[in-house]
């Protein structure tokens, strides 16, 4: 069974940083290329970074990028995403996942930036 298992959220002031973490399991990690997502309540999914499955290359949506870095260490099936300048914006539930079409998402943890 594929687990995705996120963790690392929590509340921050803005210009804070966070560094969620997300543990894989029931799949060889190192052969998928993974993605973090958030989504506030009522809106859409936001795709914010995607690495590939050997950590050598990524991408990172407009919103994030010079503030968030995504990487992973395939040793300890582990993806991460270093958040920095967060903003209230930023606020959301986060979510890791396969990048592929139908992927495994995990359950989320909370991002919230507030003063």
């Known amino acids: 069974e594929v687990q995705l298992v996120e963790s690392g959220g929590g509340l921050v002031q803005p210009g804070g940083s966070l560094t969620l973490s997300c543990v894989a399991s029931?799949?060889?990690?190192?052969?998928?290329?993974m993605k973090w997502l958030r989504q506030v309540p009522g809106q859409r999914l936001e795709h914010l970074a995607t690495i590939h499955k050997s950590g050598t290359s990524a991408s990172y949506a407009d919103s994030v990028r010079g503030r968030f870095t995504i990487s992973r260490d395939n040793a300890k099936n582990t993806l991460y995403l270093q958040l920095n300048s967060l903003k209230n914006e930023d606020t959301a539930m986060y979510y890791c996942?396969?990048?592929?079409?139908?992927?495994?998402r995990g359950q989320g943890t909370q991002v919230t930036v507030s003063s």
């Open positions: 029931g799949f060889i990690f190192s052969d998928i290329a």
């Open positions: 996942a396969q990048a592929l079409i139908n992927g495994a």
